[in-house]
């Protein structure tokens, strides 16, 4: 089960820095000039989770794998994309294959680096990557929609049913209002079946100079705003810190960024909030071999949660062994867990919880 964040944003705002930064590499080209990055490039990170170690030790496990995220640098857009300026069409397609867009916004000055639009105004900034990704969704529904009046007026009931769903997504698109602003309740599956752009969940990323990474400036703050105002997400990073951080030694990133004032890694930030994003929730597995951290999405029942590890394990699931993250480490372990009463037997229906620690039953 493999999720993605793709980074979006106009040139020059830092985002091959972030990913840079975010996957230790420097496999996307951080240039000052527009497209540098041509294909999106793609990595996989852990996510950052205080829990494995404590569990480890818990569980007198050898090693600790965490679970992880993957993020796809998608080359900056530019006003007019939707009409293929900038290579705008490549780049649209690669946005419609990602689960969740992060968002950089510039919110430095900078006079060595250029701003495609003249200046730093991050809030216009996210306007125009907004309007090229509603047009561009707009444009894709217009088309869609012309195919299905021919079949509904056939009596094609599921042409018919696709007409409900996306002529409202249509008229909020019209409005200048992203998709995502009138999905029919209930049908948001169906909606995400669309590739919508503006139906994907966003996180911005406020990329600012080395002095505001602690406590931001005047250009994070409306973006702050902003995306209270929208239900978004919000993060401030200084890239130019974190791909100085990525390149230390793990030893000494912590009193590095202490010297700055700052608490943690923005990195680790923007993962947890693209994790948070998608709606993704963590179980554990915690033997003498290892404790690992397993993926599923917030909701998910026992026997799906056990396809995560492998599909025979759903295929046969009887029931999963249960505790929860704070009696497992509390108690000392599965057996004080078990001795306590805390361990509990769970069957098909169960929804795994956040923090669950779970051995599954089953048999093929």
């Known amino acids: 089960m493999g999720f993605n964040c793709g980074i979006v944003g106009l040139p020059n705002v830092g985002k091959s820095t972030l ?9 996307a080209q951080a240039a000052n000039y527009p497209f540098c990055t041509i294909e999106p490039n793609t990595g996989r990170v852990a996510v950052p989770d205080a829990r494995l170690a404590v569990l480890a030790e818990a569980g007198k496990s050898q090693k600790v794998v965490p679970t992880s995220l993957e993020f796809v640098d998608i080359a900056g857009l530019v006003r007019g994309a939707s009409r293929g300026e900038g290579l705008g069409n490549q780049f649209l397609a690669n946005i419609r294959e990602v689960d969740a867009i992060i968002h950089v916004l510039r919110c430095f000055e ?21 309007t090229e990704l509603m047009l561009a969704d707009l444009e894709s529904l217009e088309r869609r929609q012309t195919n299905l009046q021919k079949k509904a007026r056939g009596n094609d009931r599921e042409a018919q049913a696709q007409l409900a769903l996306i002529e409202p997504l249509m008229a909020a698109l019209r409005e200048g209002q992203p998709a995502r602003t009138a999905v029919p309740e209930g049908q948001e599956k169906e909606a995400a079946q669309l ?13 600012v100079e080395e002095g505001a990474a602690a406590t931001g400036n005047r ?4 973006v702050r705003k902003r995306a209270e105002a929208e239900g978004a997400g919000m993060v401030v990073v200084s890239a130019a810190i974190e791909a100085e951080v990525s ?9 590095f960024l202490e010297g700055l004032g700052l608490a943690d890694s923005g990195l680790d930030r923007v993962i947890a909030a693209g994790y948070g994003l998608l709606g993704l929730r963590t179980y554990f597995t915690v033997g003498p071999k290892e404790t690992r951290a397993w993926t599923i999405t917030s909701g998910t029942r026992a026997p799906q949660a ?43 229906d169960y929804v795994v919880q956040d923090g669950d620690v779970l051995l599954f039953r089953f048999n093929v």
């Not at 390149?247 to 009193?255: A, F, G, K, S």
């Open 19 to 27: 990913f840079n930064a975010l996957t230790q590499t420097a496999t």
């Open 110 to 130: 900078d006079d060595d680096i250029t701003h495609v639009e003249g200046g730093v105004d991050p809030v216009r900034d996210a306007e125009i990557i907004e």
């Open 195 to 207: 590739q919508l752009m503006t139906t994907k969940p966003v996180l911005y990323v406020c990329n």
């Open 219 to 222: 250009h994070s703050e409306a």
């Open 247 to 255: 390149q230390l030694p793990e030893e000494e990133r912590d009193e």
């Open 306 to 348: 056990a396809a995560v590890i492998h599909n025979d394990f759903e295929r046969g699931f009887i029931a999963c062994e249960t505790i929860a993250y704070d009696d497992y480490v509390t108690t000392g372990g599965e057996a004080g867990a078990r001795e306590a009463g805390k361990l509990r037997i769970e069957g098909k």
